[in-house]
């Protein structure tokens, strides 16, 4: 109870005055300060705090643009290149946005490839890979809906062949397109709708991250030994450790973002995408951008448009399923052989579907997608839990100091810095 609470330490008045009536900065120093993390944390641990820094990018870049942007079919591509041409700074903040949307997925994709390499979506952390999950579809519904929104030829191809999807349903597929369209074409009330539903969802995905990275700090994190800490040797502080090393990581991933956006800005972008909207001209091929591309893919492999719906969905539950279709007890794939094989033939997989995608579906690519469906799927619903019961895993080390210390000797030793140059 408040009035029971001694006062907090903190020496700024003005932060004492605040902490002592509502305890934010306690709560910051427990969380980030002192919060005890595994000490043997490679870069690929940086990927979260980079996707932070990514959400808020896109949402504070994403906000000015809406204030220069008009969600009106016969104005918004004018618009979105009036941005470019007259607003001041307008360039720069499209281009951090478009590219942005790229850098993000990036981002997220390594992040995701990461848990699945060191088993962080098993036990305790299936609500956190849950929400991780969710944040994933938020960001790919986001995504598409901002891609319409400057009213190109492939923004209006786009939304008319992904929203057309739904007519593959049997009964209520045509009523719900209806719905969706607002009308009986992808056309001005789609557009807006598309537009409030594009500002929405990222406050969702960051009240989401939110409810992710609580769920992160409940269980503690995973580690590239895919053990847990037993003892304070086995952890650092978050804080100057990990802040220090995660803003060197912000710091390397803001330069190569920077050199996307002044050098080639246009270079992940669709040139169709520079023609205005016509109903009347279908692109010669209508793609997504790369990083729907292997999903794309599946969704071609098949000649049923509603099975290739059905897979293409079934691709993204997979990923919700993880936890509990992987049956191996060990975690991280360092000691566990054969899924390390499989593993790599899996990223190795979603590349070459992602190739796949951005072809015309004929002669070798059709068949090199078929197969690069039955992998993704073989991977998920066969290799996964049969691996777990069949593979011969290698032996763990008692603890992560010992691992990372050299049979933790200088463990509690002064010298604790060093250890983090192993990590
Ligand atoms: C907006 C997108 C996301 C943000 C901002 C975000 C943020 C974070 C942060 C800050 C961490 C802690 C640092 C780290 O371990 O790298 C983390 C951990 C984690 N995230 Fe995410 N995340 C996002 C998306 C996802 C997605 C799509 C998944 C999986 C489907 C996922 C799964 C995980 C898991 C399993 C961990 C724990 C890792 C471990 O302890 O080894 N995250 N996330």
């Known amino acids: 109870m408040a009035h029971t609470k001694a006062p907090s330490a903190f020496k700024n008045p003005l932060i004492r005055w605040v902490d002592d009536r509502l305890p934010i900065f306690t709560m910051i120093s ?60 307008g360039w720069l903040l499209r281009t951090l946005h478009s590219n942005g949307s790229s850098m993000f997925f990036l981002v997220v994709y390594i992040h995701i490839f990461r848990g699945m390499y060191y088993g962080s979506y098993k036990r305790p952390r299936e609500l956190l890979w849950l929400f991780g999950a969710v944040i994933y579809l938020l960001m790919m519904a986001t995504a598409f809906l901002g891609y319409t929104l400057p009213w ?50 990222p406050f969702v995905i960051a009240a989401v991250v939110f409810l992710h990275v609580w769920a992160l700090h409940v269980t503690g994190s995973n580690n590239p030994l895919g053990i847990e800490p037993k003892s304070d040797k086995d952890t650092l502080p978050f804080h100057p450790y990990y802040t220090m090393k995660d803003m060197f990581g912000v710091s390397v991933f803001l330069l190569i973002y920077a050199v996307i956006v002044f050098y080639v800005p246009d270079y992940l972008g669709d040139p169709d995408n520079y023609v205005k909207a016509n109903p009347l001209v279908t692109p010669s091929s209508i793609e997504p951008e790369w990083y729907f591309l292997p999903f794309y893919a599946i969704l071609r492999s098949v000649p049923n448009k509603l099975l290739g719906v059905i897979l293409m969905f079934g691709a993204v539950v997979m990923i919700f399923l993880m936890p509990w279709l992987d049956t191996s007890k060990v975690r991280s794939a360092k000691f566990r ?33 078929r197969v690069g469906t039955l992998y993704y799927f073989g991977f998920f619903l066969v290799l996964l839990p049969f691996l777990g019961w069949f593979e011969k895993t290698l032996p763990l080390p008692a603890s992560i100091a010992e691992s990372v210390l050299g049979g933790g000797k200088l463990a509690g030793s002064t010298v604790a810095a060093k250890p983090m140059e192993k990590a």
């Open 30 to 89: 427990k969380e980030y300060g002192v919060f005890p993390t595994p000490r043997n944390f490679n870069y690929l641990w940086n990927f979260g705090a980079l996707a932070l820094v990514m959400l808020v990018i896109m949402i504070i870049t994403g906000v000015f643009l809406a204030m220069q942007y008009t969600p009106n079919a016969d104005l918004a591509f004018d618009s979105v290149d009036r941005i470019t041409r007259d607003v001041n700074g």
């Open 337 to 369: 052989p054969w899924y390390q094989w499989c593993f790599w033939f899996f990223v190795f997989d979603s590349l070459l579907l992602g190739l796949v995608g951005s072809q015309h579906p004929e002669g070798i690519w059709i068949l090199l997608g």
């Open 152 to 201: 190109g030829q492939m923004s209006f191809w786009g939304a008319t062949v992904i929203t057309n999807f739904f007519t593959a349903l049997p009964i209520v597929g045509k009523a719900i397109t209806t719905w969706l369209w607002g009308g009986f074409a992808v056309a001005n009330p789609t557009l807006n709708r598309f537009f409030a539903l594009h500002y929405l969802l």
